[in-house]
Each structure stands twice: as structure tokens, then as C-alpha cells.
């Protein structure tokens, strides 16, 4: 008998929950999903099964988060730097649960919400007590990650596993995880980081993402707020500065997602830290513009400064060679492309919130993966219906500044039977924190090859034995010095004395282009603040003569300066000598090219010189052969230099 | 009228040399084609735009030649090395009138056979004057090209040209072609060059199949048996060499293209030069073997020791990594594979004329291009009917030696989920001129992946700039040398002393082997002669354990000696350093290794020592991170070192 009333008492409190959260989340509330929208699941339920690129996406999914569930959850005390097991455990955690509260949605099985439910409960119990954690290399340490940025990221992606079962959760386990876990976790990136949150940069872009999702899902206005516009106080000196040397607050800085979208960008979409880190970035500002588009519709925020996010998408598409890789712009990790999983989703927001523009189709079918909702849903069908029409790269500026009079970036590409050659040049302003002191340096591409390389970044993203997946010591001793370059340097300093607070406060100037005929495609820029005393002006033109098959590049250094100088201007061929029209000597032991600055990494392998007024330089890349001539007097040293110097630990 | 009778006059001339032509060639002879049979083309002409494979092919070629007509022929005076004007053009000529050759039997259309006896009509016009090629570098100059091995190539090629039109010509036209062009060419290959003839070599192999070739067209019965069985007299003191230092005469050896199948091959198929001149040789042992067994079929030499032919290409085919590309042993150009030219014809007449094995027909379809012929539209026939089987590469043994004795090389190949480890290691004979003194060294690959490398040979083929295409100076003084490979080094002198009379003499000796279990694989070989009084044991498995993912590879080198010698074990990982559990220095100049033996090409980059029993030292590669685990003593030293000292023309 005793056991019998003890049910029935158990079944009345439980139907009485359930009746609480009918009154709660009115059902127009509710029917407003974050990223999924209940038009959305009504589509997708529709078309599943007849949609080849939705299908195989979603099967994809399936099987990883299948796989995952198998394992079951694990939330480790936080304790590893990148690449180690707590940080990859945290990091796949989020990634999956949102996976997972997608296939709940969509498929209905709640062992998808289960799985999300019980692993919010998890660190709903440690995180009330979570200390920093405990590397403290950061300026803005984290609780999961080593840094804020990562339990942003860990945010963003959790605050969509959150909304996926939002409506299948009791108000009482709602309330739990909005206590315990999601406000004090959205406080602690915000109020409790205000150096973090309240910038002009990607960390903000996701820190806001973060803070912003999270308020959308818990219909917390407060937080909505502060995503949008920034925290109104946050004590922060002006001039302070991150771990990586960059600006925390500087001069007219506002703050929030509103202000990150004003500021950082250039009126044509170029971000100003350059390609790597608005890949990073598209993310949190597409992912946060797409739930504002659904949850908050009259912000009309795709339509937004003339559509700048649409049109970031677009740039960053442009910024990268035939295969798809970004071209290593400033700090870049070399290899990543736009079938990364931030482009996919961009290109999907792009397409469903934008014009349908066909030609992102093409994109898309590249990727030949679709995000697992609404968007990705519209891609795959307008796919199956083949309305894709080419993604032509065309030649193009990009403007930098939040004017877009602050320099830019030139792209020139140059058909040629089944070759595009491109050259990449650059004049913009520093590019924040992780600028490079380059001005006037120039790349150069035969369709996916690099034929004149920029060296990127010196750091093993997610490699733990390196640094904990951090910045090297060689970023800032190499791959940020002018001569890593290819580009003047001055008596072997740096441009700006490789001083970041003087570079921030120039840019180059654009002095002319012409790339309105594909023979004679001209961009020319000058910089006259690097080294003080000294104007440097760079042309550079690709033409297609019929004297050669292959296009040509000219390269006109135009220098005016107020004492004698020295000056080396690097090319940082890449492939197999082959030929040059000059002797050289050829050392029985290599000493360094230099003491500081960047030439200590470099060994002299060869040095020389040339009586002929033009001297002829031929390698070899991908089977093709490359010849560099140039005009150099009899008094001019041609070196051979290979980096790997001063390398202790191999990091180059 | 007196133009008319002379146009009379023409036309009854012309219509006895035909009369003539009939007598001569009895329909019986004409019938039996050297390449394409009248049977083939019959099966060719019915099947012809139902086959994809065949027709894609035939599509190819057609373009192909058809714009080589349009350019029109060119044969210029010879002059140029490899990769020079004159040597490509000449080559190019014979590839496309082969192809032309092929294409008037297939297409019937006589603007191929017009073009192609233009053609043979410039070179007979040409070739009676023709003096030795200007350049004086071979062993065994020749006329079109500066060694009688690419004039051999010519006649290879231009035999089947010629046999594609020799009915369509006029008595006329192939008596002036025979006389002035053939027949002498294919004297100069052979009674004028014993040196290059009379070879158990690669060499003699072109230059057998070229004159028993053009000797089976021409029905001239004494080239044929020259080419069979050499020459008789060749006046070649024994031990004499060629430029490349390779014997040309060793006691007991016999001449001839049935001698170079008795004495090249061991009774596996592999071929003592390794797989990289294998590939080289294939075109001429397969395509001649053809000939034979359509005009001489009663020899049925595919038969002949017991199919060895046919095991040679199952040999080649499985000297491959993932990717199809042919482990780089002894003298190798890297990313040569089944891909090639050469073997794709040999893939087909290993089908054709073998047993219709339908594995083959897998490597035919990544092939995706089959010869214009009876044999490759056998396979495409084939593979339209959807008769082929996977080509599953298992571990094996190749022995070496003419009876198979004189050691041989091991493949173990790890299949792990999707990964594929591949572990080679050597113990066969010296392998010619072609071979390295490396005995008992391996490499390891990770499905296409070099992860400890071998370096390969140090030429640039048909890079004129580099030594005209032909071997550097470095291939001696590095890529030979012991120190150049994962094998031990005593006292810093390599095997034999790098001594090819010696090293000729000798060959390893398998001790055992086990491939029976997939989780435990071992191979374990000795080398007693390379440095006398010293005895060198090798031991090597590839283990897949519970304990981990990926399988383990495990090298136990024993050596025995009479006196303390020093010796060097080098891995060549292929690679970004990660971590090493030793301290080392990192040198402010970098000074060469040694001063000979190879020693003078590598830049000593650290040294250390290790007091831990156990020296670890991890790598990434591909994504994918391997360590090597060795147990050292403190005295050992540990040194990082880098290829590219003493190298003045940036050659290695």
C-alpha cells in the first residue's frame, strides 16, 4: 500500500511540472528557435531523404555523435593547455552536444537529448565551485580552457545544445542549469572579464556570441543587451594591452557585437586582423547574427552597415587561392581553407539570409557539407535543384579601416589556359595584435602553390608539446619581422622599429590601380612611416605578353631617402634552384645573416654578386620553372639564406 | 598530250609497285601485326563508342596527335642534351607517331599514316650523315640523342610506327626507309655499340627490343635473332664499365633479350637494378615480348622460366606505396608510380597475355587510360563488364638473384582502420650500377606518407640545366653513400667502401622471416661482408598490440666486431621536430658532419647525450605523430643534422 501511493504521489508531482512549463514558455516563445526555427524542422522533415547533401551531412553527424554517446560523457577538472586531454575533452564536448541537440530536433530520439540534458548536468555540478584555471598565461584566464576564449567558444556552441532541448527540459532542470552554469558562466565572461569582453577583436566577437546566444535562449534581456552594446563600465586603463602585445582599449573604442561589426571591419568586408582570424571570427558574428535574424528580426541585422557580414563572406572567400586557402595574411596558420567548419556554416548564413546568391552553391557543393538546419537545409535543396552558378575569383581591393581609407589589400589574378597566377599585395593598416610589420610585402601563387611565399605564423595550433598550441617566441622574433618578408627592410630593422603601438597608428596609401584590362592588370601603394626619413613606393603589375606564354610580373621598388642606407629586399622563393647567372661563394661553415630583428634565424648559405646588370634567378616548384631578374649593380650582395637559425627547439 | 602520257605512265608505274607489293607480302605475313593484330582491330572496330575506358583513350590521342599535326614536323640536326630543344623534340616525334601510327590502323584515316611517313621520311633523309651526337658523355654515344639508350627508345617506338603503315607504303618507300634509315640504325645499335648491346642491363634490353622489333617488321630474320640471342662477337674485355660505373662484361654472362629475362630477374620477378629502372625496363621486356608472341609465337615467351615476365609486373606493382608511387630504391626518382607510361602498357599485356587476372583490372581502372590495342581493349572490355577485383598489395618477399638466393627485399605491410604502415627493408645484391651501398637499411611509409625516408638518387631527369638531365656529381658522393640511408655506418665509411667491384660480389642474407600472423610480422637478414670482421644483424617487426592504437614497429640492429669501431645509425624522418626527452646544443655555426663518404653534405644542427636508458624523439608528419624510442648509453651522442652542406649548385 505504502509503495502504491508513493507512485501515484511521484506521477501528480510530474504532471504538475509539466503543467508549470506549459504556462512558462508561452508557446510563440517557444516556437522562435535560436538556429533551428520550427519552419525549419518542418522543412527539413519534408525534404529528408531527397536532399543528397543534407542526408549525407547529417548521417555524418550521426555516426560521429552515435560514436560519441557509446563512449560516454566525460567532464575532467580542467588542468591542460591545447592539445592536451582535458582541453580536447572540453572542446569535443561542446562541439558534439551541439550536434546532438541538432539531431534531437531533428530527429526526435531522445537519447540525443539525454545525452545534451546529462552532460549540461555534469558541469552544472562543478562549475558553481571552478577556480581559473590553473595555467595562467592568459590576460583573461578561463575556467574549462586555459583562456576566456575558449568557454566562449564553449558557449556559443552550448548555448545551441541548450536551445535544442530547451522545451523538453523542466522548468526545474531549466532552472538548475541557468543558475548553476549558464548566467554565472555568461557573468563571469562579461562582467568578470571585462578585458576580455569589451574590445574591438575576435575574443569579443565570441565573447559576445557567447553571452548573447545564451541570453536569447534564457529569454535574459540583461544579457542580450550586454552582447549587443558592451558592458557600460569596465575600468579598463586606455592603452592596456593582451598577452600577445595587441590593444585592449584604445581612443573612441565602443563595445559589443554592434560595435565589433562597425569597427572591425572595411566597408568592402575585409577584416582587419586579416584572413586566419576572420575564418576564426565569421563564426561567433554569423552564428549570433543568425539567431538575432530569428529571435530578434526588427534588428535587420544581415541588412546592417550595407550588409557588411554578407559581404565579410564574400571577401574572405576571395581571399584565397585556387584550392581554397586562405592566403597567410599577418598571423596565419598556412592550410586552412573554406571547407573549414566556420565557412561551411558562413557560407550557408550567407546564402539563406543573404541574396541566394548561386554562385555561394558552388561553394557549398565543394564543402559538400551543409549545416544541419534551416540554411543548410536551403543550400542542399537549391543544390538537388541545380541552381548553382560558378564562384568566379575575380581581380580586387579590399579596403581596410572602418572607413575604408585606411590602405587595403590587392588581388590580381591572371588567367592563362588552365593556370591562375596570383599576386597578393599589401598596404593595409597593421592589422591589430596580430599584424606584421610588412608594408608593401607581396605573395605570389600559381593556382594553388605558393611561388613567393609569406612565411604565417610561427605556432603549432593544438599541439601541446609546443608552447600548449600557443604563440611561439618565433612569432614575435620572426614571423613577425619585416625581413620574414618579402618586402624592404631598412638598415635590418623592422618597419615602425617593430614597435606595435607606432605601427597602429599608420597605414599605407593606395596610390593607384588599374585592373580593368586582364592583360595589364597595375596596383602601385606607398608607405611613408615605416622608417622615418624614408618614402617607399612598390608597383607591381601581372601582364600578359605575347612575348610569353606565362604571365609576367614587374616589380618596381621605388625608394627616396634622406641619408645612405642599407637595404635587403627579400624573395622567399619556394621550390629547387635551378639556375642563377652569378657567382657565388658556397661556405664550409654557415654563420647567421644577423644578430636581431629576425636576421638571426636565417643562415647565409651563399653570397655573391653580379657584374651583368641583370641577374637571373631560376627555380623550380611543382614543375614549373620560375625566373627572377633584376636590375642590381655590381655593388649589390646577392645571398642565399635558408631559416633554421637560432632555433633551439625546432620551431621553424 | 605530253603531259597526259606521262601522267599515264605514272599511274601504270604506280600500280606495278603495288603488283610488287602484293607478291612480297603474302597476306599470311601482313595479316600477323607486331602490336595490333587484324584480329584486334576487328574487336576494336566492333566495340568502338561502347568501351569508356578504350574510347576516352582513343579520344586523348586523337587530340593529342591531331594538334601535333598542326604544328607539323620537325626534325632538327641533333644537338642538345635532356630537357633541351633537339633531345624532346626527337622524343616527342617518336611518342606521337607511334600514336598516329596506331590511330590510322584504328580510324583508317591517312592523314595519320601521311604524317607519320613524313616523318620516318625526314629521318631517313637525315640519318645516313647523321654523325655521333655532339655531346660526349656516354659510354655509348648515339645519333638522334647523346646516348644509344634514348636512339634504342626511338626504334622501340618508331618500329610500331612503322608497322602501323608498312602495308599502306609502297615497296618503294620501305626499301628507301629500310636501307637508309632502318637497318642502319639498327646496326648502329648494335654491331657499332657491343658496349651498350651485349648488357645484362636496362640498357641492352632497349636496345634488344629495338632491333628485334624493327628486325620482326622488316621480316629481316638476322636482327631478330641478334636481338634474341646478341651479338656473337663483341670484342667487350671482361670488367670493362660504363659512365656510370655499372660492368658491362662479367664472367658467364651471356647477351641478348632472352639472357637479360634469364639474368635480370630473380624467379619473383624483381629486378636486381630495383623497381624505379624495373618501371624503365618493363616498357621494353612487355612490348617486345608482345611483338614476339604475335610474329613468333611458338617461343611463347610470356611462358618462358616459368611466366616470369608477368610475375615481374605483379612484382612492380606491388613495390608501391598507397598511393601507387614505387619505393625509391637504390638509384629512384621519387613519385614515379603505376601511373606511368610504362606501366600501364605492361598492365595490360600482363592481362592480355597472362591469365586474365582481374585484379589487374583495378590498377587499369585507376590508371584510367589503356593502350590502343588488342591488349588494352581486352581490359576495358573487361572492365565495362565489370570483371575486376581489388589488387589487395600483402607483405612479401622479393628474392634476388638469377636462382633467388642472393637475398632480397622484404615488404610488411600493418593494415590498421584506414591507415596502411608499410615497412621495406633490403638485403638483396649490390643491383648494378643503379645500386646504393645500403644494405640492410628500410624505409616506412603511412599509406602514401614517407615517415623515415629513403633519399632516392640525386638527378634531375630532363632538367637541362642540371648536368643535361643526367646524374649529378652529389648521386656519388651522396645519395650512394651509406650515410644516406637508415642503415649503420662504420668509422664513417660506407658498406664495401663504396667499392662496386666489391660490393658486386657479395649480397645479404635473409635469416628468417614470418609474415604468417597479421599482428606480429618479423623479418630478420644479415650483411657478413660490407665491412670485414664486422658482422651486421637486423631485425625488424611491425606489431599491432592492445596496448596500442597504431602498430609498433620494432628494429633490433646487432652487430659483432673484432675492434671498437664508431658507428653511426641514422633516421631519416621525414618531418616538423616536436619534442626530444635529451638536452642538446644549438650551435652558433654550423659545421659539416665529416669530410667524406657523404658525411660532407650534412650540417650538424645539435648534438647531445641522454642519461635516461631510453632516448625519445617524436615527430609529426601529416598530421600524425611518431616517436622513436631508442635505448642508448650516455656515452652514445645524439645528433640532428641536416642534408645541404657542400652542395655549391644547390643540387641535393
Redesign the interface.
Known amino acids: 500500500m505504502n509503495k502504491k501511493s508513493n507512485i501515484l504521489i511521484l506521477l501528480i508531482f510530474l504532471l504538475s511540472i509539466e503543467q508549470i512549463t506549459g504556462q512558462v514558455n508561452k508557446d510563440s516563445e517557444l516556437s522562435k528557435g535560436l538556429i533551428l526555427t520550427s519552419e525549419g524542422i518542418t522543412q527539413i522533415k519534408k525534404n529528408l531523404g531527397t536532399v543528397p547533401l543534407f542526408d549525407n551531412s547529417l548521417q555524418d553527424v550521426k555516426e560521429e555523435v552515435d560514436a560519441e554517446i557509446k563512449i560516454g560523457i566525460q567532464v575532467p577538472i580542467p588542468k591542460d593547455m591545447a592539445g592536451g586531454f582535458t582541453h580536447e575533452r572540453h572542446k569535443n564536448n561542446f562541439f558534439i552536444a551541439q550536434k546532438a541537440g541538432v539531431l534531437f530536433q531533428v530527429l526526435g530520439d531522445e537519447k540525443y537529448s539525454n545525452f545534451v540534458k546529462d552532460m549540461l548536468m555534469e558541469y552544472a555540478k562543478i562549475y558553481p565551485k571552478l577556480p581559473l584555471h590553473p595555467e595562467d598565461r592568459s590576460y583573461s584566464r578561463g575556467k574549462i580552457f586555459w583562456q576566456s576564449l575558449n568557454d566562449a567558444n564553449w558557449l556559443v556552441y552550448m548555448s545551441q545544445a541548450y536551445a535544442g532541448i530547451y522545451s523538453w527540459l523542466s522548468k526545474e532542470e531549466r532552472d538548475h542549469l541557468e543558475q548553476d552554469l549558464f548566467r554565472p558562466f555568461a557573468d563571469f565572461l562579461s562582467i568578470e572579464n571585462p578585458q576580455f569582453f569589451n574590445r574591438i577583436h575576435n575574443h569579443s566577437t565570441w565573447g559576445n556570441a557567447a553571452v548573447g546566444m545564451i541570453g536569447l535562449v534564457m529569454n535574459d534581456e540583461e544579457l542580450v543587451q550586454r552582447a549587443l552594446y558592451g558592458l557600460e563600465e569596465d575600468n579598463i586603463k586606455e592603452g592596456a594591452k593582451d598577452d600577445d602585445g595587441g590593444f585592449i582599449k584604445q581612443p573612441g573604442q565602443d563595445a559589443g557585437f554592434i560595435a565589433n561589426i562597425d569597427q572591425a571591419f572595411s566597408p568592402t568586408g575585409y577584416y582587419t586582423e586579416g584572413p586566419y582570424y576572420q575564418r576564426y571570427a565569421m563564426y561567433p558574428y554569423m552564428i549570433f547574427a543568425e539567431a538575432l535574424q530569428n529571435k530578434r528580426p526588427e534588428l535587420n541585422i544581415f541588412q546592417y552597415r550595407d550588409r557588411v557580414l554578407i559581404k565579410a563572406v564574400d571577401a574572405l572567400l576571395n581571399l584565397t587561392d585556387t584550392d581554397g586557402e586562405f592566403f597567410p595574411i599577418n598571423d596565419a596558420q598556412k592550410g586552412m581553407s573554406y571547407h573549414s567548419r566556420e565557412l561551411i556554416s558562413a557560407v550557408d548564413i550567407a546564402y539563406h539570409f543573404g541574396d541566394k546568391d548561386p554562385s555561394l552553391l558552388s561553394i557549398a557543393k565543394k564543402q559538400n557539407r551543409v549545416s544541419l538546419d534551416d540554411k543548410g537545409m536551403s543550400v542542399a535543396l537549391a543544390i538537388r535543384n541545380n541552381e548553382e552558378k560558378p564562384f568566379v575569383k575575380k581581380s580586387m581591393e579590399l579596403t581596410d579601416g572602418q572607413d575604408g581609407k585606411k590602405g587595403g589589400l590587392a588581388i590580381i589574378r591572371s588567367k592563362n589556359e588552365a593556370d591562375i597566377l596570383t599576386l597578393v599585395m599589401k598596404y593595409p593598416t597593421q592589422g591589430d595584435s596580430h599584424g606584421h610589420y610588412d608594408k608593401l610585402s607581396f605573395s605570389l601563387y600559381n593556382n594553388g602553390d605558393e611561388i613567393i611565399q609569406d612565411y604565417g605564423l610561427a605556432r603549432?595550433v593544438n599541439?601541446d608539446?609546443?608552447n600548449g598550441g600557443g604563440y611561439l617566441k618565433e612569432n614575435t622574433s620572426w614571423a613577425k619581422q619585416t625581413i620574414a618578408h618579402n618586402t624592404i627592410v631598412q638598415n635590418e630593422n623592422s618597419h615602425f622599429n617593430g614597435n606595435f603601438e607606432i605601427g597602429a597608428k599608420f597605414h599605407s596609401e593606395k596610390h593607384f590601380l588599374d585592373f580593368s584590362r586582364p592583360e595589364f592588370q597595375i596596383i602601385s601603394a606607398k608607405e611613408n612611416n615605416a622608417y622615418p626619413g624614408t618614402n617607399m613606393h612598390r608597383t607591381m603589375a601581372v601582364i600578359q605578353s605575347p612575348v610569353s606564354e606565362q604571365p609576367l610580373v614587374v616589380d618596381i621598388f621605388k625608394l627616396s631617402f634622406e641619408k645612405q642606407n642599407k637595404y635587403d629586399l627579400p624573395y622567399y622563393y619556394l621550390g629547387?634552384?635551378?639556375?642563377a647567372n652569378f657567382e657565388y661563394n658556397?661556405p664550409?661553415?654557415?654563420?647567421?645573416l644577423g644578430a636581431n630583428n629576425g636576421y638571426q634565424h636565417l643562415?647565409k648559405?651563399?653570397i655573391g654578386s653580379n657584374e651583368k646588370p641583370n641577374t637571373k634567378f631560376?627555380w623550380?616548384a611543382d614543375n614549373k620553372f620560375y625566373t627572377l631578374t633584376s636590375i642590381t649593380d655590381k655593388n649589390d650582395s646577392l645571398i642565399?639564406a635558408?631559416l633554421?637559425a637560432?632555433?633551439?627547439?625546432?620551431n621553424l
Do not use: N
Not at 629547387?576 to 639556375?579: N, S
Open positions: 603549432f599541439i608539446q609546443k629547387q634552384i635551378i639556375e658556397s664550409e661553415i654557415l654563420e647567421k643562415w648559405e651563399g631560376t623550380l642565399f635558408r633554421g637560432t632555433d633551439p627547439l625546432f
